[in-house]
C-alpha cells in the first residue's frame, strides 16, 4: 500500500498534508488542442520565471494566486469542449465514473463533492487514515491512479475503442479552511451552468454534494 507523502512531483508539483481536503480535477487525454497546450505551457514557465522577483514572505500567496489564475484558464477552455473528445458525455460512462467515485467512499476518503463534465471531472474528497487512528493516509497519488485506471478500462469497454482515456496529470489543491471549501464545492457543482450546459445546478445529473447548500 502506498502510503502519502507531503510532497511529490511528476510533471507538476503536488501537496498532500496529512489529513487535509483536497480539490482535484482531471481531464480526457487530448481534451486541449496542442497549440493552446503550448501556449499555457509558455505561461506557466514565466511564472517560475517570476516568482524569483517576489519577495520571499509573499512568494506563497503570489504562487497560490497564480496557480489559481492558472486553473481558471485551463478550466475555462475545458468548459468550452469546442475542440478534442468529449466521452464522459455518454450517459453509460458517466453513470461508471460517478459510481467509481462512490465506492471508495468511507474506504479510501470521505466524498464531499464531484461533478462530471463531457471533458473532465472535478472532484472534493478528504483522503482517510490507512487504519483507525493511523497518521498515515490514503495517499492522492494511490487514489488517482485507482480511479483513473479502472475507470478507463470501463470506459473503454463501453465505448468500444482502446488507447489512453486520461491526460496524466491530475491538477489538486489543498482546501484551506471553511470558507474555501464551501466557495470550491460551489464552483464544481455550479459548473454545467457556467459552461452552459444547463440552467440551474440542480438540473445537471452527474454531480453531488454530501451536503444541503
Partial sequence: MTEHKLFYRRHLPHYQPAGATIFVTWRLHGSIPQHVLEALL???ELTKRKVADIPL????AWLRKERKK???????LLDRADAGPTWLAHEEVAKMIAQSLHFMDGKKYDLIAYCIMPNHVHAVF????VEAGSHTYHALASIMQSI????????N????????????????????????LERIVNYVLNNPVKAGL??????????????NL
Fill in 126 to 129: 478528504t483522503p482517510l487514515p
Fill in 42 to 44: 509558455k505561461e506557466d
Fill in 157 to 180: 469497454r463501453i465505448l468500444g475503442r482502446k488507447g489512453k482515456l486520461w491526460q496524466d496529470e491530475s491538477y489538486d489543491h489543498v482546501v484551506r479552511g471553511e470558507k474555501e
Fill in 57 to 60: 514572505e509573499k512568494r506563497a
Fill in 148 to 155: 483513473k485506471e479502472y475507470t478507463a478500462r470501463q470506459a
Fill in 198 to 211: 444547463v440552467e440551474s445546478c440542480d438540473q445537471w445529473r452527474w454531480s453531488y454534494c454530501k451536503w
Fill in 70 to 76: 492558472a486553473f481558471a484558464r485551463w478550466d475555462t
